[in-house]
C-alpha cells in the first residue's frame, strides 16, 4: 500500500511539468509572439495582399496563404490614423477571390486620406485588380498577370450519378427557386438565366468600378472585360496601370513625388503565433494524406468569385 502511495507521489512531478510546459508553449510564447506584432515606427505602410482575397478572418485555408477581408481593411485604416505614416501601400500578390471582400478592400482604399499605390509582383488579377485599380498609382512588374476583369460561379452536377446509382432526389421546397443551384438536379435554362443575370449585374459592377478607378470610359473597359488576363506590359498599353517595375521602381517613385528624403518601411500583416504554426502543420499533413486518399471528392462552394 505504501509503495503505490510513493508511486503516486512521483507521478504528480511529471503533471506538473507538463502542465508548466503546455502553459508556456500555447500561452506564455504566442502571448510574446503577439507583442511583435505589432507595426513599429515607418512612414510608408506596407500592406500584403497574398493568396486567395477571402471575407473571413483566418490566415490560411488547408496550408495556403489567403488574405482576409477583415484584416486588411483594419490595416488600412490603423495606417491611415498613424501620424508617422505618409503612404500606403499595398503589395500585390494574388489571383483574386471573393467579390464581396474584394468590393469591401478597394472601399476601405478609397476612403483613406494618405495616398495608396499598388505594387503588382507576380499576380494582381481579377478582385486583387479590383483593389489595385482604386489605388492612387499602380506599378506592375512586366511579366505580371494583371486584368481578368470577369466573374465566375460554379460547381459540381451529381445528377447524373445519382440516377445511375438509382438514387433519388427528393425536392421539398416553399419557393420556386429556394434549391438554386444545388448538386442534386440537373441546371434548367430557366435556372440557368437567373444565375447568368446576377453574374452579369457583379460583372457590371465590376466595370464600372475600374472605369471609375482608372478615369477611362465605361465602353473601354467593357471591352477589355472578358476575363482575359494581360501580362504588365500589356496593361500599361491597355491604361490598366502606370507604370512597370517593381521595389526599386516604387521607391524611386516614392522619393520623387512624395518628398521622402528616406523610407522606411512597416509592414501591417498577421504573423502566425506557435499555436498556428503548428496547428498549420498538422492542417497541411492531413489536408495532403486526405488529397491522396479522397482527390476525386471537391467541396462545393456557391461563393461568387473573381477570379
Known sequence: MLKRDRKKVAVWPLIITVVVVCFVLFVIIPWIFSAFDRPVYGNVAVIPIEGEITGNGGSTTLGASTASA???????????????????VLEINSPGGSAV??????????????PVISLIREVGASGAYWIASASDYVIANRMSITGSIGVVSS?????????????GYERLVAGSKKDL??????LSSEDKAVFQKKLDKIH????????????????????????????????????LVDQLGDKDTL?????????????????????????????????????????????????????????
Open 70 to 88: 477583415k484584416d486588411i481593411v483594419s490595416y488600412i485604416e490603423d495606417a491611415d490614423a498613424d501620424a508617422q505614416v505618409k503612404i500606403i
Open 251 to 307: 521607391e524611386y517613385y516614392l522619393s520623387n513625388n512624395y518628398g521622402l528624403d528616406s523610407i522606411s518601411y512597416v509592414r501591417y500583416e498577421h504573423k502566425a503565433s506557435l499555436f498556428e504554426s503548428l496547428t498549420g502543420v498538422f492542417s497541411n499533413f492531413f489536408f495532403h494524406l486526405g488529397e491522396g486518399i479522397g482527390s476525386s471528392f471537391v467541396e462545393q462552394s456557391n461563393t461568387v468569385r473573381l477570379m
Open 204 to 239: 457590371e459592377y465590376f466595370i464600372e468600378a475600374v472605369a471609375d478607378n482608372r478615369h477611362l470610359s465605361y465602353d473601354s473597359v467593357k471591352g477589355l472585360a472578358t476575363g482575359e488576363f494581360y501580362l504588365g506590359v500589356e496593361a500599361l498599353n491597355l491604361g
Open 181 to 186: 443551384g444545388t448538386p442534386f438536379k440537373e
Open 155 to 167: 460547381y459540381l452536377e451529381f445528377s447524373g450519378l445519382l440516377e445511375k446509382y438509382g438514387i
Open 101 to 114: 471582400a474584394s468590393d469591401e478592400i478597394a472601399a476601405a482604399v478609397k476612403k483613406t486620406n494618405k
